[in-house]
């Protein structure tokens, strides 16, 4: 046996070469390294178990462009991108190629953390290797234990908003030697079909975009109208590539603060910051409540019963419901993979308050359809507007009416997609 020291990188939503820390150590710690990409969907094999939900050519598209921008990254540096089947494929690659260290960035999910600990009691002798890569703080810089999260999203933000974040590291400048497998790798894709608008997925395009948005003065005013159902301009569009992490929450948050240094700052550049704060929020919480998050019940409460009438459901998922506005949303998720965020709320609402169906079906379409899919975030907040999560208020129902008035008084949003004759045009 060999005595050389070699290491896997296992890629999952941390699709960058950039302000990856798992890369750096690697090249400080391995002799040889190998870099494979195994999604959630198939360490759980979720996509079988639930085929009235596959994932939308919309994320399909997405992720097959993160990777393809990875893979290429990658290539510079004289390393392919695997992509193994399963988890029982990443167990006999482990086996197979002596691996002595995997790296692999934190996931706060119960599936991926699940995985984890399976790679650890079956390969006691692999050191792994674990960085806090997606979110703002590292675990140990938090006020608190998980066990102690502070409940609500307010007291958690007072308790975190003075800490320091990081900044974000450099791509490393070499990778140690790389080890071969007899297995597909990733090539390198960038698709024609762009479905809409400027989601173009992969670590380049979303840096690009990065640069785009904070070149412009978008975020002085971004408070004023990130509550838009509609428009490029009018919330950031991070989401996407921090979901795939094809972008960092500490890149961009660095990149506020550099535009505060260069342009002044206001409410609305600070307001991006609160809102990914949120997202910090709802990280530590996924990571905290893990199996909870998929309960009826939400985090707390006894288990709830919900009705799951299969028809009321793909009326909501057509934007059939007769709720103009709602459907108009629903309709937007279809043809494009997003949504805005009052958007997200109201046909939340909808779903829960008005049609009365199972919160979790309505989290777990998203699950499937969202570009930007993230666990803690999405079912974080679909738990929040049930009244079964981490909030101060028992229920969130939108008024529905009183919500067209406020954001589509003139009806523009609803008409453009509700159009029959709307094209996959974005
Ligand atoms: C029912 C429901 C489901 C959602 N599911 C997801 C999801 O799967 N993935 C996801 O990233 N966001 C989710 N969100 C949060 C939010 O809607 C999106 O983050 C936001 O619309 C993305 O657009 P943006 O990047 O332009 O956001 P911006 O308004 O520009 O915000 C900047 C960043 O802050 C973070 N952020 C903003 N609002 C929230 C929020 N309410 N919760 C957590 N983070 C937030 C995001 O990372 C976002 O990219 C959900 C919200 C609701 C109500």
New binding site residues.
Partial sequence: MSNKKRGLIWFGNDCRVSDNNLLIRANHEVDELICVYLPYSKITNSEGESPSFAKSEHLVKFEKESLGNLATSLNQYGHKLFSLRDFAHLCQVLKALQITTIYRAFHPGMYEQEAEKTIAELFPQVNVCGAHTGSLFHQSQLPFTLETLPATFTKFRKRVEKLTIVEPLERPETLPQAIVLDCPNVKSTLSQNVLYGHFIGGENAGRNHLCEYFSSQLPHS?KLV?NQLDGWEN?????PW??SGNLS?RQ?WHSVIQFERENGSNESSYW?KF??L??E??HWYSAWHQEKLFHSGGISKAPQLWDDDTDTLKAWINGETGFDIVDACMRQLKYTG????RG??L??SCLIHELGLDWRL??LY??HN?I???VG??W???Q??AGVGADAKPVRRFDLKKQTQIYDPSRAFINRWLDKGWQKCG
């Fill in positions: 971004y990130r919330s950031t569009k991070f989401s921090l979901a929450a961009i991006i809102e990914l949120w997202r929020f709802f997003f949504m805005s965020n997200r709320q046909v939340a309505g989290a998203f699950e969202l930007d899919y993230d975030s999405n974080g907040n679909w929040y507007i």
